[in-house]
């Protein structure tokens, strides 16, 4: 049998079908994959909803709704409004955006909080996962009033500790939570699910969002975060 000739053309046409099998195996690959990812996120992002509320049996939620990429699930046990589960982001963590999952009882307050998705650095950043429901010091947010409570780091003078050697994630965390207050305050007041009268909640929330003062603290572009 005649060998071919090592020349340019072969190994163009050798490498051609080398990428052209790579490409055909990682496309079935991303198929096979693509279905079980999503199914996963979808459950992650459920379960987070039911954790972050002061109330885990029997809650149902209202279809979400869109506050600038912001989403609040008004959430119900019965007829009753319990609060909402509100999926809330910031673009600006030290490597990028995350996503929050916050929870609100009927009054404002902050019930629970679970992360949804971060790039941030572990055992620094990332440690906003624990760090902001820990009874340390100023670190937990849970229980805190974002309208009676100046929801900014202690270093800008505000009533939250940062995670150590992480001030811009920091920063960044409480700035998603001020984004998810902020929209379940603007919320419409609708009707509950089995056709009552708007409900007192809204109201209280819309005259506490009247009276917020706290200002949001930009990260300082030259800072380190770690």
Not at 26 to 39: A, D, K, N
Not at 83 to 106: C, H, Q, W, Y
Not at 196 to 216: F, I, P, R
């Amino acid at each position: 049998m005649k060998r071919l000739e090592s020349n340019l053309q072969n190994m163009v046409l050798s490498l051609t079908l080398v990428a052209l099998v790579t490409a055909a195996l990682l496309g079935g690959m991303y198929v096979l994959t693509e279905e079980p990812i999503r199914l996963s996120k979808e459950n992650k992002q459920v379960q987070a909803k039911v954790e972050v509320l002061p109330v885990q049996e029997g809650v149902t939620f209202a279809e979400a709704e869109d506050h600038d990429g912001v989403k609040v699930y008004r959430a119900y046990v019965g007829d009753e409004f319990i609060g909402a589960a509100v999926e809330t982001f910031d673009p600006n963590g030290f490597n990028g955006r995350f996503s929050l999952m916050i929870g609100f009882d009927k009054e404002g307050v902050i019930t629970g909080y679970k992360v949804l998705e971060q790039n941030e650095t572990p055992g620094l950043g990332a440690n906003m996962v624990e760090w902001f429901r820990t009874d340390k010091g100023k670190q937990n947010v849970i229980g805190l009033d974002p309208v009676k409570t100046n929801m900014t780091v202690s270093k800008d003078g505000g009533d939250v500790d940062a995670i150590t050697a992480a001030t811009i994630t920091s920063r960044a965390f409480l700035r998603a939570i001020d984004r998810a207050y902020k929209a379940y305050a603007d919320q419409p007041k609708v009707e509950a699910q089995s056709g009552a009268t708007a409900l007192s909640g809204a109201t209280v929330l819309e005259e506490k969002a009247e009276a917020e003062v706290v200002e949001e603290v930009e990260p300082e572009k030259v800072e380190s975060n770690e």
